[in-house]
């Protein structure tokens, strides 16, 4: 049968399946041809070609199902059965309506030609081809601004995000977010923004922490909550303490918290008041006390180290030998 004219219409299949048809069919009757509900069944109308005559009266024989390059992927056998099954009936003056079930397992580049019979004599041929799931996913990179927050019990706070969707993707997949443990933060998708509001329930207790995920497809983001815990007295654990040149040392200063269980959430500021004889290199809060280690330069010399928590602070006196 020759072919009037062609016409592709492509549909949506539930697990990412989707039919492309090329049918015969009139200009004038091309409104037959309608775009499928998102279903696992795909239902198709066409019409036959004007040379085969189609009324309430014809009867349908059969569908012949043929899966030899119908279009221009590479045929495989060992694919036919992505075509599960075929039916038709004519439903009205010269339309019949086709349905097309793929397999749940349909693989990408199955072709096959539906044929229409009526007394063993084609009438109307349907190609199909079966597309399985993109090889892109539709969120490429999903990221939090920050990497971690921290919270004052009973309060909130935003932090934003971004999400980049794939070259080759309509859109990005929908975003989701959950804590890992809501008696210390919860959150919530922030209508309208790309942000996410956590909020600290009252009863949190100062130090703890949980993780907040964000997920985007198979992409995703995670932002670490810390409840404020506060410090509330800070001393130097000695007074004075001597460097040998061109060494380092740890010196420790001890740092009450609000939950002293818990390593404090302040931010620690170290300050040198001679950097030509001592150098700060890192600062870092533990459990009761706060870890600064410095290292001396080649010469003999003296600093005083300012070591501010938060709003409180102690000195330190560093000796060079």
Known sequence: MKTSMKKVLSLALAGALALTSVFTVNAVDASNAKKAAAVKTAKLSIVAAKDKAVDASTTVTGVAISTKGALSCKYDATLATSIASASAVVVSGDAIKVTVT?????????????????????????????KGAATTKATKSIKFKKSKVVVAAGKSTKVAYTVKKAATADAAKKVTVKSANKKIAKATLVKGQKKVKIAVPKKAKAGTSTKVTLKSGSKKAVL??????????????KATVVVKKNKTKKITVTVKAQNNKKATTDAIKVTSSNKKAVKVKSAVAKKG?????????????????????????????????
Not at 102 to 130: F, P, Q, R, Y
Not at 224 to 237: G, H, I, L
């Open 102 to 130: 793929a397999t749940k397992g349909a693989v990408a580049c199955t072709d096959a030609a539906v044929s229409v019979l009526s007394a063993n004599t084609e009438i109307a041929k349907v190609l199909v081809t079966v």
């Open 224 to 237: 670490k909550v810390f409840v404020k815990n506060p410090a509330k007295k800070v001393k130097a654990k």
């Open 289 to 321: 006390k706060a870890v600064i280690t410095v290292k001396a330069t080649k010469k003999a010399g003296k600093s005083k180290l300012t070591v501010k928590v938060g709003a409180k602070k102690a000195t330190v006196n560093v000796k060079v030998k």
